[in-house]
């Protein structure tokens, strides 16, 4: 059976699938067929409906929990940690009292960085009304997180997620919502950190935060499903297993070539929750659920089903 698969170019995805994609796993009887995009065109492909597995952010994904259901498998959580907003590096800074403008670590390596949490007193001020923010997606919950804290605020348009801190630093936007190596970078290039929205969300909600997952055309029928659940997550376990021998592929697919920037990323988005999303992992997707029918965005009752591997 032919299966149309779509996953991001992210260090997590590439991560998290490279099995797969290196034809290390055996498939059970399915032929995968891989794209790898942008996660705002994947969301505008299972949204046209071409894909029969894909991934989605959890935004997009609640846009079409009628046709598709979300695999327990190979989901990216944040744990105090999330999209960036950030600001060009000529946007003031709110030193606060008895504060510095020294917006985050300075030295060590990418992980200490990514573990330690920049100071709040150099954080730049927040958008104002005039400001342009650019954000990775209209469909992206980097950008439902962008109206969940700041509503309207601003000039907001949508740009692919790797033009955005270029924007930034040549003068075409003020703001922009930042996801994938960015987060690691972004110091090194002179910009601003306004805030981490994963922080907030966790901060506000006590979960942790739904970034992505992946999806499954629920006409595929609940025995196909439930055979490519096990798939994905046979797929998770070997790559946790066989670590190292992911960053080619990763390299292949990624913005930042560095491998201190790509294990970064997994070692904060691939974890037991990748393999299950499991009761908290669930529970953090019917809060976003409730939180984005509050804001309008999807109809009142919807809700997300999770497709159980067993």
């Not at 008895?98 to 990514?114: K, R, T």
């Not at 006590?206 to 439930?226: C, F, Y």
């Amino acid at each position: 059976m032919r299966i149309k698969i779509g996953i991001s170019t992210c260090p997590n995805d590439t991560f998290a699938f490279f099995p797969l994609l290196e034809r290390r796993l055996a498939t059970d009887g399915f032929e995968l067929d891989f794209c790898l995009l942008d996660v705002q065109e994947l969301n505008e492909r299972l949204q046209a409906g071409v894909l029969d597995v894909g991934k989605a952010s959890f935004h997009a994904a609640l846009k079409l929990a009628e046709r598709y259901a979300v695999f327990s498998a190979g989901s990216a959580l944040g744990f105090g940690n999330g999209p960036l907003l950030l600001a060009s590096p000529n946007t003031a800074v709110d030193v606060g009292p008895g504060g510095s403008e020294d917006s985050g670590p300075s030295g060590g390596s990418v992980a200490n960085q990514v573990a330690s949490q920049p100071m709040v007193a150099g954080r730049a001020v927040p958008p104002g009304s005039a400001a342009r923010v650019w954000c990775p997606g209209q469909d992206t919950t980097a950008h439902l997180l962008y109206r969940l804290f700041y509503g309207e605020r601003g000039q907001v348009q949508q740009a692919v997620f790797s033009e955005i801190a270029p924007a930034l630093l040549d003068g075409r936007a003020d703001y922009g919502v930042c996801i994938h190596e960015g987060r690691f970078t972004y110091q090194q290039q002179g910009l601003r950190l306004v805030e981490d929205l994963g922080e907030r969300w966790e901060r506000e909600t006590g979960a942790p935060l739904p970034l992505g997952g992946i999806l499954g055309r629920r006409d595929l029928g609940a025995e196909t499903l439930s055979r490519l659940g096990r798939l994905i997550e046979a797929s998770v376990r070997m790559a946790l297993g066989q670590r190292g021998e992911a960053l080619p592929t990763m390299q292949r697919y990624a913005q930042e070539f560095s491998p201190e920037v790509l294990w970064a990323h997994v070692d904060l988005y691939v974890n037991r929750w990748t393999e299950r999303l499991g009761a908290e992992g669930e529970r953090a997707l019917a809060i976003l659920a409730e939180r984005a029918v509050a804001l309008g965005l999807v109809p009142p009752g919807t809700r997300l089903d999770v497709v159980s591997p067993d």
